[in-house]
């Protein structure tokens, strides 16, 4: 659990021309309970008040020429400014030339006290406002969707996980996938026998060691099947090693 942040209040902000985009968030789930609690701060800054001319318009064609529009930077620039309340507030653009987000990343951005994310419509955002302000460019995955604003869901609601009091009970967060480098365990609940699949016997069998023990070897199992790349970077344990070579052995066994 030492990776979890032990301040009580991380303040999200959000620059957006969809404000309502964002409202569900805080309606529903593990986050909106949290932002009620007021674990976490949550605001969204329509990037369209920072426009001066009749028609709020905030993009505009590319220099270049080409297809598509571009976030001008006057608006953003305000925007940025004006969201955060410290020169450290850290920036993050959403958008997919960004590193691709991963669970070290929510760690390290739990660690910040105030966020601004940007999200991005069209093209993109004027590259100025890049050079400038922002801290992290963050991607949610090598494909491209249409605004920054489902992305920016995804990254704020897996940092909020991370800050302490979010969810319920912090071991649920560091027993999930990816805090060590490793794939979840498999889980099951009632009935014990669902379409002639039986509960793997282990699991009834009241032995915390021994399930302990068949979860670990789960995570390893599921990793090596599923994403063996994620354990040539996870740090194991000498009982994870040993647990490797023996499922290795196995499985060599079987092929
Ligand atoms: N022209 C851009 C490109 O090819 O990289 C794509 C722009 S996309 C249509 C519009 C906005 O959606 C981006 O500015 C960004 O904020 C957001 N976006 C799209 N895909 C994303 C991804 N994989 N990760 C994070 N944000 C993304």
């Given at each position: 659990?030492?990776?979890?942040?032990?301040?009580?209040?991380?303040?999200?902000?959000?620059?957006?021309?969809?404000?309502?985009?964002?409202?569900?968030?805080?309606?529903?789930?593990?986050?909106?309970?949290?932002?009620?609690?007021?674990?976490?701060?949550?605001?969204?800054?329509?990037?369209?008040?920072?426009?001066?001319?009749?028609?709020?318009?905030?993009?505009?064609?590319?220099?270049?020429?080409?297809?598509?529009?571009?976030?001008?930077?006057?608006?953003?620039?305000?925007?940025?400014?004006?969201?955060?309340?410290?020169?450290?507030?850290?920036?993050?653009?959403?958008?997919?030339?960004g590193r691709v987000f991963n669970s070290d990343i929510a760690k390290e951005l739990?660690?910040?006290?105030?966020?601004?994310?940007?999200?991005?419509?069209?093209?993109?955002?004027?590259?100025?406002?890049?050079?400038?302000?922002?801290?992290?460019?963050v991607s949610i995955g090598?494909?491209?969707?249409?605004?920054?604003?489902?992305?920016?869901?995804v990254v704020?609601?897996a940092i909020?996980?991370?800050?302490?009091?979010?969810?319920?009970?912090?071991?649920?967060?560091?027993?999930?996938s990816f805090y060590?480098g490793?794939?979840?365990?498999?889980?099951?609940?009632?009935?014990?026998?669902?379409?002639?699949?039986?509960?793997?016997?282990?699991?009834?069998?009241?032995?915390?060691?021994?399930?302990?023990?068949?979860?670990?070897?789960?995570?390893?199992?599921?990793?090596?099947?599923?994403?063996?790349?994620l354990?040539?970077k996870?740090?194991?344990?000498?009982?994870?090693?040993?647990?490797?070579?023996?499922?290795?052995?196995?499985?060599?066994?079987?092929?």
């Open positions: 659990m030492e990776n979890i942040e032990k301040k009580p209040i991380v303040k999200f902000k959000v620059i957006t021309i969809f404000p309502d985009f964002f409202k569900p968030m805080l309606e529903y789930g593990v986050f909106s309970r949290a932002y009620k609690k007021g674990l976490i701060s949550f605001e969204t800054i329509d990037l369209r008040d920072f426009t001066n001319d009749n028609y709020k318009s905030v993009d505009d064609e590319p220099y270049g020429g080409g297809s598509g529009m571009v976030f001008k930077p006057v608006p953003l620039g305000k925007a940025i400014k004006k969201a955060k309340s410290k020169k450290e507030t850290k920036v993050v653009y959403l958008t997919p030339s739990a660690k910040e006290e105030e966020l601004v994310f940007i999200c991005g419509r069209y093209e993109g955002i004027d590259q100025r406002i890049v050079d400038l302000y922002v801290d992290y460019e090598d494909y491209v969707i249409s605004g920054g604003e489902p992305a920016a869901m704020i609601d909020a996980r991370h800050v302490e009091g979010v969810v319920k009970e912090m071991e649920s967060v560091v027993k999930d060590d490793l794939l979840d365990y498999p889980h099951y609940t009632r009935p014990e026998t669902y379409n002639g699949r039986k509960v793997p016997e282990v699991l009834l069998s009241g032995d915390h060691k021994r399930i302990e023990l068949w979860r670990e070897k789960m995570k390893l199992v599921e990793t090596l099947t599923k994403r063996p790349d354990l040539e996870a740090k194991l344990t000498q009982t994870q090693k040993k647990l490797l070579t023996e499922i290795k052995e196995q499985l060599r066994k079987l092929t």
